[in-house]
Nanobody, 113 residues
């Protein structure tokens, strides 16, 4: 069973940037996604990427976030720019569409001055 470990979160001021990483313990053949869950809200899909690199984004982050993957390293990335307080959430990665792998612990992103 593949395990997912997210990292790279932290406290950042509005307008700042962060780069999240999601390391998988085995080879990922699936399309992958980043999700986020803000306090008192349901988990939502942020961005997806196929194994071949085709990407898709939620309207709320288009032009602001960039998802990428390194298949050789079994790692998914999320570059987040121009961060806003409303981007504050715990960020998770998993397969796109049907969730296949156990959820990792996530990585906390807090955008605050």
């Amino acid at each position: 069973q593949v395990q997912l470990v997210e990292s790279g979160g932290g406290l950042v001021q509005p307008g700042g940037s962060l780069r999240l990483s999601c390391a998988a313990s085995g080879t990922i053949f699936n399309a992958m996604a980043w999700y986020r869950q803000a306090p008192w809200k349901q988990r939502e899909l942020v961005a997806t990427i196929t194994r071949g690199g085709i990407t898709n984004y939620a309207n709320s982050v288009k032009g602001q976030f960039t998802i990428s993957r390194d298949n050789a390293k079994n790692t998914i990335y999320l570059q987040m720019n121009s961060l806003k307080p409303e981007d504050t959430a715990v960020y998770y990665c998993n397969t796109a569409g049907v969730v296949v792998y156990p959820w990792g612990q996530g990585t906390q992103v807090t955008v605050s001055s």
